[in-house]
């Protein structure tokens, strides 16, 4: 279930770049999509739903994220956009230690300038001339980032949340914050564009189906049950899965420094989860 559900997460860059639109039209209807069907989820399994105002903040979090990451992907690829995203593997932490004052050991301090400079290779930052692969690869790299910095806040936000109704509930909440933050970006900037085509309509249908509902279930159902370290790694099926869709179906081509910049992410990504787990045991 861990797998299939990161793997359903990891095909959401592919629909996101096969919508073909602008990123607050595709994160505003993949949000406002995904409402009804939970919404009858909801009310078919006589589930309990009540309003949780940090729910909404985590997904205004997660709808900013969505609105850069899908900036992201314009700017340097599906596959190369989600692995940047996953800079919150290191951004968490930090925010915890300051915020709450939970302890990091030594070598997690080690690894994020590892993470680091994978993430200046994966963005293309360092390649010369043209051989970064996209059409913007250090504003999609910096809007990456920035996602990550949004989807931490989202993570951080719903650790310290309660859970009133249950993950479906929660999902209502969130999708409902997310579609907000998504039109108030469209409105701001201009790109909102509230009749997309059939086209664009239909992969955001299939983006709102599999990203905001199946994925986060089968991952919400999976990892409870799961030792902690393995489900962790388990989860970095997503990173590697969005970079093979990219290059397999979008026939996206990164540069090798990209692919080392990916590898070295991953490899970062694995290492901090041994961390975190070895903290956590620890205490």
């Known amino acids: 279930m861990a797998v299939a559900g990161a793997l359903t997460i990891a095909s959401t860059a592919l629909f996101v770049a096969l919508a073909d639109a602008s990123s607050a039209t595709v994160t505003f209807f993949r949000c406002a999509l995904a409402l009804p069907l939970l919404v009858v989820w909801v009310a078919g399994r006589r589930l309990r739903w009540r309003f949780d105002v940090w729910h909404a903040l985590a997904g205004a979090f ?9 900036e992201a992907i314009a700017g340097v690829g599906a596959g190369i956009a989600t692995v940047l995203v996953n800079v919150q593997v290191v951004i968490v932490p930090l925010v ?7 302890p990091v050991c030594g070598l997690f301090w080690a690894t994020v300038p590892v993470l680091l400079a994978g993430v200046a290779l994966a963005g293309g930052v360092v390649d010369t001339g043209s051989a970064a692969f996209g ?3 250090v504003y ?4 990456g980032l920035l996602a990550g910095v949004a989807y931490a806040g989202y993570l951080v936000v719903l650790r310290r949340a309660g859970k009133p109704g249950g993950q479906v509930s929660m999902l209502v909440t969130v999708n409902g914050a997310g579609a907000l933050v998504a039109l108030a970006a469209g409105l701001l900037s201009g790109t909102l564009d509230l ?41 970095l099926v997503q990173p590697v ?5 990219g290059v397999l179906v979008l026939g996206e081509r990164p540069s090798v420094l990209q692919f080392v910049g990916c590898g070295v992410v991953v490899a970062s990504m694995a290492l901090v989860a041994r961390v975190k787990q070895s903290v956590v045991a620890s205490s």
Do not use: K, N, Y
């Open 140 to 143: 999609g790299t910096i809007m």
């Open 62 to 70: 997660l709808g900013l994220d969505m609105v850069l990451w899908s």
């Open 96 to 102: 915890t230690l300051v915020v709450f004052r939970e």
């Open 135 to 137: 059409e913007a690869p």
């Open 241 to 245: 899965g969005a970079v093979l869709l």
């Open 195 to 235: 009749a997309p085509s059939l086209p664009t309509l239909g992969w955001v249908a299939v983006l709102a189906v599999t990203g905001q509902i199946v994925g986060w279930l089968l991952i919400g159902a999976a990892i409870p049950r799961l030792p902690s370290a393995l489900g962790a790694t388990l989860l």
